[in-house]
């Protein structure tokens, strides 16, 4: 069965500090994407970042990026230059490739202190 | 661009009691739609897909059901609730076919509360 995990229910970083959210999944599929869902107090969930697994080099988006390792099955999160405004909590998520289907973690809570 | 919405943003529901809650999605066609649901504290659950009208897969058996009545319409209805229906449910939208990225746009959510 296709998995995700996420080992950290509650995370916390200091505002301007680094903080790194782990995620494993499980799979016999070799095509297939990667997100990370942020979702805030308001609830609605917005894409922060998507990685292929076709592709070797890790996605990046702005203070986002991810460390991706295909072998070891994980996709790891890290928040640089944390800020108030990303406090919510994070969804790691896997889609095989052309099924439309998203399977999701249970989340990691983070918070970020002022 | 396209957008998606979906109401009511919160209902309570006694019992036994129906249930409807309705999703659109605006300036795409043929998307495929989803409806998942969040039990407080916990990750998503997909409970039913749809990749054309009249076309519903339901992942879980449950007591509710999904209806497609038009292209960019999704419903979710029940004919009597349960204490364990209670739940935060988001509706999402992703592309059809070769413009399929994996990702899924979200809805805002409806929370059910059922007593």
């Known amino acids: 069965a296709q998995t995700v995990t996420q080992s950290q229910p509650e995370m916390s970083v200091q505002e301007a500090e680094t903080v790194t959210l782990s995620c494993t999944y499980d799979?016999?599929?070799?095509?297939?994407?990667l997100f990370w869902y942020k979702q805030p107090p308001s609830r609605q969930m917005i894409l922060v970042i998507r990685?292929?697994?076709?592709?070797?080099q890790n996605a990046t988006e702005n203070r986002f990026s991810v460390n991706f390792q295909k072998a070891a099955k994980s996709f790891s999160l890290k928040i640089s230059d944390s800020q108030l405004g990303d406090a919510a909590m994070y969804f790691c998520?896997?889609?095989?490739?052309?099924?439309?289907?998203?399977?999701f973690g249970q989340g990691t809570t983070l918070q970020v202190k002022p | 661009s396209q957008t998606i919405h979906q109401w009511p943003a919160t209902l309570v529901q006694p019992v036994g009691s129906p249930l409807s809650l309705e999703c659109t999605v605006e300036?795409?066609?043929?998307?495929?739609l989803y409806w998942y649901r969040q039990a407080a504290g916990r990750g998503l659950q997909l409970l039913f897909y749809s990749v054309g009208i009249g076309q519903i897969s339901s992942e879980v058996p449950q007591n509710l059901s999904a209806s497609r009545p038009q292209d960019r319409q999704f419903i979710l209805s029940s004919k009597k609730l349960l204490l364990s229906d209670s739940g935060f449910y988001l509706c999402a939208w992703s592309s059809h076919g070769g413009l399929n990225t994996g990702e899924l746009f979200f809805g805002e959510g409806s929370r059910l509360t059922v007593l």
């Open positions: 990685q292929e697994a076709y592709k070797q």
């Open positions: 799979t016999s599929e070799s095509d297939y994407y």
């Open positions: 300036g795409t066609s043929n998307p495929n």
């Open positions: 998520a896997y889609s095989p490739r052309n099924t439309g289907k998203l399977i």
